[in-house]
């Protein structure tokens, strides 16, 4: 690192607190300067003075211990980092972070920062898998909060499952991580349009068509387009996934509805990304209200939707333009076809009949063929992976166009 940069290092109570004495020394020595927040649970089972020595700085644990005159300590310290650390997380203090409650030095801090946080969890397994806990954890990842997954394994209250304070050296990690990724900004300036999930076709007020897209393809692209500095527009068929934190989100349920999104924003985009699986087909004919069920078979005529990708490709001028073909056979020979019949500068492929690959699932392998012939494979990754990999490979194609 060119510069020192400040972690402030927030421990709650639990037995993994002797991890973060480790996290400390491993931070310090990495070239951090780290500040260290203590609860009184904390203390409980580590004292102050072993992260005062491992930091080299005070410990702060009382918000009313104020050790300068001339400052208010937990506003001073919120704005003095660049990146705050809660290690370990209790799902008490994950609780009060996401529900705004401040009754102790940390709390507070935490409310007064505007320095990204860093949460990892350590707790009991059920305590992890508990719906509260995880309404939490998600109400706090909308926030903009990041997490570090506990591992798996024996806990200290005998128990084998998830709970276990990651690794110093993940979290290490982890951090060494986030301040590259605040570097590496290759989208600043860029808009991104990107539209993800399915959408509904209505035959009457109860019964509609649709597919089994979850969204969280587009949504990991959301996520890592806003991350690498883009102005983001996510317009997403209906999901059961909260908006990314940072982006415009705009909720559709048709495919007509999504078209006129798409096309009113297109001319400001700079790369689009169209990973929904929009209906081809919705019923000629709809009820205002429930059909009922009759003698004998039911037919339902079915016009035509309106091919959004197929109209972007007619319209591009300075965008590039990134489609995305979901097969279950001959992969290659259709995704390359859609990509020349549609214009496109991209086309991500993948076998949603292949194991681990398909809809609804958190891991993805794809492979990308570009209009200059240029491929690329992964292997099976996370969907955060693979959307890494899809922008790296869009930004190819963005660089040629701004020299162009």
């Known amino acids: ?43 409980e089972f580590v004292t102050p003075l072993t992260f005062q020595t491992l930091s080299r700085n005070h410990v702060y644990h009382d918000t009313f211990d104020e050790k300068d005159p001339s400052g208010v300590a937990h506003i001073d310290l919120a704005d003095w980092a660049d990146l705050v650390v809660v290690a370990p997380a209790t799902a008490n203090s994950i609780g009060k972070l996401a529900n705004g409650i401040a009754d102790d030095m940390i709390s507070t801090t935490l409310l007064a920062t505007t320095a990204p ?9 059920h305590m992890y898998e508990h719906p509260a806990v995880y309404a939490n954890m998600e109400r706090l990842a909308k926030y903009g909060c990041r997490f570090i997954e506990p591992g798996e394994g024996l806990l200290a209250c005998g128990y084998v499952g998830k709970g276990r304070l990651a690794e110093p050296e993940e979290i290490l990690e982890s951090i060494h991580h986030f301040f590259k990724e605040q570097s ?7 808009h991104v349009l990107i539209t993800a999930g399915p959408t509904r076709e209505y035959v009457d007020p109860v019964r509609f068509f649709t597919n089994r897209s979850s969204g969280k393809m587009g949504y990991a692209l959301a996520e890592k387009a806003y991350e690498q500095g883009a102005d983001v527009t996510l317009i997403s068929g209906p999901t059961n996934l909260n908006a990314p934190y940072g982006v415009d989100f705009i909720q559709v349920e048709s495919a007509e509805e999504m078209y006129k999104e798409v096309m009113e924003r297109y001319n400001r985009a700079d790369l689009v990304i169209k990973s929904a699986a929009v209906a081809d087909y919705r019923p000629k004919v709809t009820y205002d209200s429930k059909m009922k069920k009759q003698d004998g078979n039911l037919s339902i005529d079915m016009d035509r939707t309106k091919d959004i990708l197929l109209e972007l490709g007619k319209q591009k001028e300075h965008q590039v333009l990134v489609g995305f073909a979901a097969e279950t056979d001959d992969v290659t020979r259709y995704a390359k076809g859609k990509l020349e019949k549609k214009n496109l ?5 993948n076998n949603v009949a292949q194991t681990g690959s398909g809809f609804e ?3 993805n392998q794809v492979h990308i063929f570009g209009r200059d012939g240029h491929e690329y494979e992964s292997s099976l990754l996370s969907k955060k992976e ?14 040629g166009s701004d020299e162009g």
């Open 1 to 43: 690192m060119t510069e020192k940069k400040k972690v402030l290092l927030c421990v709650t109570g639990g037995i993994a607190v002797f991890k973060a004495a480790g996290l400390t020394s491993q931070l310090r020595q990495s070239g951090y300067e780290v500040k260290v927040m203590m609860t009184r649970s904390a203390m």
């Open 117 to 125: 946080v860093m949460i990892a969890p350590a707790m009991n397994v």
């Open 184 to 190: 590496y900004k290759p989208l600043k300036g860029k």
């Open 345 to 349: 500068d991209m086309i991500v492929a």
């Open 361 to 363: 699932g958190d891991t």
């Open 386 to 399: 693979v959307a890494e990999i899809v922008l790296r490979e869009s930004a190819r194609y963005m660089k």
